[in-house]
């Protein structure tokens, strides 16, 4: 009888210490972490300014979500380069896979920030960076610019607004893109309207989608034009029609009186066609399907990528153009893409800003900026690329650059960007009135924001 | 000759089943397989081309340009090699005591097990990963293979509906034998639950060859990556390369599809060994 | 005296092997699963905005939901797709096991070929599966549109995006037909031949002998198609690119979850949800069990 209580005794608090101990470890975690957010600050000092000496490099790990082959070389050569120009750091670079839609590696640097083994350096989606650095996940780099002779006015001003956060620099700008309108000029010699004159204000792209629209039975061929397909996000058009998405406060104005014409005007799409029907083109749901060179649109909004990836459709003859505006003038875009930031909790911060710099405006940009065919945020260098010289559609990209906006800096970026797309879908398919969810996107949001 | 009849019409109406609900699970796979083998212009005729203009073997080529498949190959082989072991030594221990044998906590701990399975991983991805990160794990292959070691709930579960489905009499007359308790389990019930282990190990083999987000946060060097990471360096932000990727994919799923193969035979057998139980 | 000494023995001898083999599962039900659990009941209740909890904040996050539109949109989504999904892969699945059971020339092709789509990789099948439901420009459509019927706009439509979703699930189905196939060996064969004997024909055998011995396999593939479900993740959000379109139709449950979590940085909001999400499956897998005790026979009984 003993033996068998003294078992079930020992057994019973064998698991009860085991669930305790855990739980206690469960709830001690956090505070142990933001000891370990302190530490390193001590020891990158140390390290930066004792490894050099005794001869061994600084070692820094630098994450790059880029899988294709053609920015992944450009991006390894530059490390290369960078790693034999500086004998005394040694980076090294490795590819970590996006999980899920290609947003970057977000996840996998979540839990690395919080496991307490972030990478030095990091190439990230820069419309994100205010959101990660009102969290406290990266580094101030304000003071290192500074110091390195890295100013604001090196890079387009969307650029450096997109990589600052309530005025203080958290990355460094890499690449970037923007919006414009693709044509194809087959299609418009074939309904009857002249290949060298794209529309300019929305009346015309209204006239023109209609002429260039085929139907075959209830199906149709050829759509002229879909507002939203690709890059024709809610930001694309708002600012065409010449609204803003926030105010001098910080505060968001998405159901800002033009933002609703742009929303109330897409609509008018939607209704014309089988909304339905054509959701299927809209890239976010087609599997990559590109319409426009598959011949199934015969304009589009896009960004500057496409000319490299059309180049494999010898028979696309298409033209670059303004993104149409109400008025025909006062064209305007909007930019995105890359940076380097780097994460809190590093070790080595100089030799990380070294690198970076290396990237963004030095060697390593030019490297990247001419092998993958791509802009650079550095406004110096694009006008020298040998690619844009002999690309006579970069010219559009260039005048447009100085005039494009920037996604609203906040630290509710991903959110306001989910509201709008959603507002948008949901007005489309005729759930609720333009205004009304615009209306109901602001107030959201800057609740959220704290206004 | 009228039950012949009767069987060869019996054999026809089966086989017309089985093709049409064969081209539902085969189509997807034969547009992997094609598209493959066609040009990035081409993956978006319309209407579909069936076959591609030209066989060509560029986005094969290309594969072993922007990875180097062999080295994530082996290491992907090597991760769901000691994955499978260890759910086959641990899983059918766990619910063989949970289905048959009886002890205080039993019930508690099939409850919990069920309990467990409900969790979503990204819930509990960064507790496990902050643990293992204090344990110096994180980098190398351990956080992948030991947990696999320590049972996986959804595995002791089926494998508890089978050894539950077991007659009695089995376990009485091999007590009556005077066989140990692990002897009754290893010689008695654990061949009986070949068909059962089979099928878990085919899972764990699939669920190790097809994770991403353990790799993906787990691994930190480029040398120990596996195919799945390898799968994502075809996609980039903007413009995803379709052939090289639908050729990626065909090549990750060969083995395991030829791997199946030869396990399915092995159920055949395990029918005919279940057949002497009775 | 003796005897009974000799019984309490083995009670007790039985008692120490039940914990002895059960011992590494519990070592990693407790590092794997309940601490990790226990670390996000904590996190629930704080306001976790960036990497690290900050401070208690109570039941916040879990009124936070409650009052917030999305949340209960992605509820029903969920429990629409599971109400859709569950009982078509019980019948289907169910169906597939017993003809792929039936001994024929070609079997192991056919099995093979059955199973086939789980081998692929996912990002591949959702891919491959837009394209084919494409309502302008895939095949499906296009074999629809020959033969004279009506495509459906699939993804297109908030009405079909759930059941195409469904479908796309269907046609994963391999692991579920495998459980079926394996219980399947476990049916003495006996049983068959008696019924034989009887006079049974192959619809009745199946009614009598295959279902009432396939229900332990049955409750199974139900509790595990309900956790699935529930926990549907990859299929609407590679397809969707994480938006959940149309018109929020395919905002799923555990989506939602991922991008509080990893995209609104909610991460007290996250755990809160996964909490809730474990209390529902919870229910739904207790009144399964429930029931189980009138229909599920285990022959060990």
């Keep these: 009888m003993l033996g068998k209580n003294t078992f079930r005794l020992a057994a019973l608090l064998l698991s009860m210490l085991l669930v305790l101990s855990t739980a206690l470890v469960g709830c001690g975690s956090p505070s142990k972490e933001q000891k370990t957010n302190e530490t390193p600050k001590q020891s990158d000092t140390d390290k930066t300014e004792s490894t050099p000496k005794q001869g061994k490099p600084v070692e820094i790990t630098y994450w790059f979500p880029h899988g294709n082959s053609r920015d992944k070389n450009a991006l390894e050569k530059a490390v290369d380069i960078f790693n034999k120009a500086n004998p005394d750091i040694k980076v090294t670079a490795e590819f970590v896979g996006a999980s899920g839609s290609g947003q970057g590696i977000t996840d996998k640097l979540t839990t690395a920030i919080n496991g307490g083994s972030p990478p030095d350096v990091v190439l990230f989606d820069r419309f994100m960076v205010s959101q990660w650095a009102s969290g406290g996940l990266f580094e101030d780099l304000t003071d290192l610019a500074q110091a390195n002779g890295v100013t604001k006015d090196m890079f387009y001003d969307f650029a450096i607004k997109e990589a600052s956060y309530k005025d203080r620099i958290y990355a460094m700008p890499f690449d970037t893109d923007c919006r414009v309108l693709y044509y194809n000029k087959k299609m418009f010699k074939e309904a009857g309207l002249d290949p060298e004159k794209p529309p300019l204000t929305i009346a015309e792209l209204d006239e023109y989608a209609e002429k260039l629209t085929k139907k075959e039975g209830n199906r149709y061929k050829v759509i002229g034009f879909i507002p939203w397909l690709s890059q024709g996000w809610l930001y694309t058009w708002g600012w065409a029609f010449g609204g803003q998405f926030q105010d001098q406060s910080g505060k968001i104005t998405a159901n800002h009186p033009d933002i609703v014409k742009a929303l109330e005007w897409e609509t008018t799409y939607a209704k014309k066609y089988d909304i339905e029907a054509i959701t299927n083109f809209s890239s976010a749901s087609g599997g990559d399907i590109n319409p426009f060179s598959a011949g199934m649109v015969a304009m589009m909004i896009s960004g500057p990528w496409e000319i490299a990836g059309f180049k494999e459709f010898k028979d696309l003859d298409y033209g670059v153009s303004y993104i149409p505006t109400p008025t025909g003038s006062n064209f305007n875009s909007w930019a995105g893409g890359w940076c380097y930031v780097i994460p809190k909790g590093t070790k080595n911060k100089e030799a990380s800003f070294k690198f970076a710099k290396f990237m963004s405006v030095e060697e390593g940009a030019r490297i990247y900026g001419e092998d993958t065919v791509h802009f650079m945020s550095y406004k110096d260098l694009n006008d020298k690329f040998t690619w844009v010289k002999n690309e006579p559609k970069a010219k559009i990209f260039l005048e447009l650059f100085p005039k494009s906006y920037c996604r609203p800096a906040i630290s509710k970026g991903q959110l306001l960007w989910d509201e709008l797309a959603t507002a948008t879908d949901n007005a489309l398919h005729g759930k609720g009135m333009p205004k009304e969810l615009l209306d109901k996107v602001t107030e959201k949001v800057n609740k959220e924001l704290g206004f | 000759m009228k039950k012949q009849l009767k069987g060869l019409v019996n054999s026809i109406s089966y086989h017309v089943v089985l093709i049409s609900i064969s081209i539902f699970f085969m189509l997807p796979f034969y547009i992997m397989v094609v598209t493959s083998f066609k040009t990035q212009a081409e993956c978006f005729v319309y209407p579909i081309k069936w076959l591609p203009d030209q066989w060509n073997l560029k986005a094969y080529y290309d594969i072993f340009k922007v990875i180097p498949f062999g080295k994530y190959f082996i290491n992907t082989v090597f991760i769901t090699g000691a994955n499978v072991i260890g759910v086959v030594l641990t899983c059918p221990l766990a619910a063989y005591s949970l289905a048959r044998l009886e002890w205080k906590g039993r019930d508690l701990l099939f409850f919990l097990t069920i309990a467990v399975m409900m969790i979503p991983y990204q819930v509990i991805m960064i507790p496990i990963f902050i643990l293992f990160s204090k344990l110096k794990l994180v980098g190398t292959y351990w956080p992948l293979i030991l947990p696999q070691y320590l049972g996986v709930p959804f595995f002791i579960f089926l494998l508890r509906q089978f050894f539950k489905g077991l007659p009695k009499d089995l376990e009485d007359a091999a007590r009556i034998d005077g066989c140990s308790e692990f002897s009754i389990y290893s010689k008695v019930f654990l061949p009986l639950c070949r068909p059962a282990i089979l099928t878990v190990a085919i899972f764990q083999l699939l669920n190790s060859w097809n994770d991403f987000t353990g790799p993906l946060i787990y691994l930190t060097k480029a040398k120990m990556y596996t195919l799945q990471i390898g799968l994502q360096q075809f996609k980039s932000v903007h413009i995803t390369n379709w052939p090289p990727m639908m050729a990626a994919s065909v090549l990750i799923s060969l083995p395991i599809i030829i791997l199946f193969f030869i396990a399915q035979k092995q159920f055949i057998e395990g029918v005919t060994f279940t057949g002497i139980k009775g | ?301």
């Excluded at chain 3, 459509?141 to 195409?164: D, Q, T, V």
């Excluded at chain 3, 079926?180 to 619809?203: C, H, N, R, V």
């Design chain 3, 1 to 301: 005296m003796r005897q009974i000494r000799a019984g309490f023995f083995n009670k007790n001898k039985k008692e120490i092997t039940g914990w002895l083999f059960a011992f590494p599962w519990l070592a990693g039900l407790i590092t794997f699963y309940i601490y990790p659990l226990i670390s996000s009941i904590f996190y629930s209740f704080t306001a976790f905005k960036g990497i690290t909890p900050e401070k208690f904040n109570g039941i916040q996050n879990y009124i936070d939901l409650v009052h917030d539109g999305i949340f209960w949109i992605s509820l029903k989504n969920t429990f629409v797709y599971t109400v859709l999904v569950v009982p078509a892969s019980l019948i289907f699945g169910i169906l597939l096991a017993i003809i792929l059971n039936v001994k024929s020339e070609g079997q192991g092709i056919y099995r093979v070929i059955t199973f086939i789509p789980t081998l692929v990789p996912v990002v591949a099948v959702s891919i491959i599966w837009q394209w084919l439901l494409n309502s302008q420009f895939g095949l499906v459509n296009y074999i629809l549109y020959k033969i004279g019927l009506p495509g459906p706009p699939w993804f297109g439509s908030e009405l079909w995006a759930k059941p195409s979703v469904a479908l796309i699930s269907l046609w994963t189905i391999g692991t579920t037909v495998l459980i079926y196939l394996a219980g399947l060996q476990d049916i003495p064969k006996d049983y068959y031949e008696a019924a034989t004997i009887d006079g049974s024909s192959a619809f009745g055998k199946v009614i009598h002998i295959t279902l009432p011995l396939l229900t332990p396999v049955i409750f199974f593939n139900i509790i595990m198609g309900i956790i699935a479900a529930v926990q549907q993740f990859t299929l609407p959000f590679v397809i969707t690119n994480g938006q959940g379109i149309p018109a929020n139709s395919m905002m799923f449950y555990s989506m939602l979850l991922y991008k509080n979590a990893f995209q609104y940085f909610k991460m007290g909001a996250a755990n809160a949800m996964a909490w809730i999400m474990f209390v529902m499956i919870m229910i739904l897998t207790l009144i399964v069990q429930y029931t189980s005790k009138k229909w599920v026979h285990y022959m060990g009984e």
